[in-house]
């Protein structure tokens, strides 16, 4: 709530909310030692139905032909190539309407 991520509301009626549920990491070094902890609340994406912004999802990946051509093509060309990494989750993203999530397990208000 002090990041204005989200309200705690009562359910609008014929509103359905979908459901949530943490994901809890460990984040380790070379050495498996315990570099720190990451907690995230997701929404359980099993709630959606077809039809309704079903398709609507974007996962970037790509594929190890595509990699080999790329380097390929680097190696042939004697181009110089920089690796980047971008973190996808849809974090900060607008959202144009109303949205209904469960109070997680074990939450107090």
């Not at 809890?24 to 039809?51: I, M």
């Not at 680097?74 to 181009?79: G, K, P």
């Not at 309407?97 to 208000?109: A, N, Q």
């Amino acid at each position: 709530m002090d990041n204005d991520v989200w309200d705690l509301v009562t359910l609008p009626k014929g509103a359905k909310p979908i459901g949530c549920k943490w994901i809890f990491k460990t984040k380790r070094d070379s050495k498996g030692n315990v570099e720190r902890f990451k907690a995230r609340l997701v929404a359980k994406g099993f709630t959606q139905k077809e039809g309704i912004d079903y398709k609507e999802t974007f996962s970037p990946v790509s594929s190890k032909d595509s990699f080999r051509i790329i380097m390929a093509l680097v190696a042939h060309f004697d181009l110089e190539l920089h690796q980047m990494d971008v973190k996808t989750a849809f974090l900060n993203g607008d959202i144009d309407e109303m949205i209904y999530m469960r109070k997680p397990e074990g939450f107090v208000s």
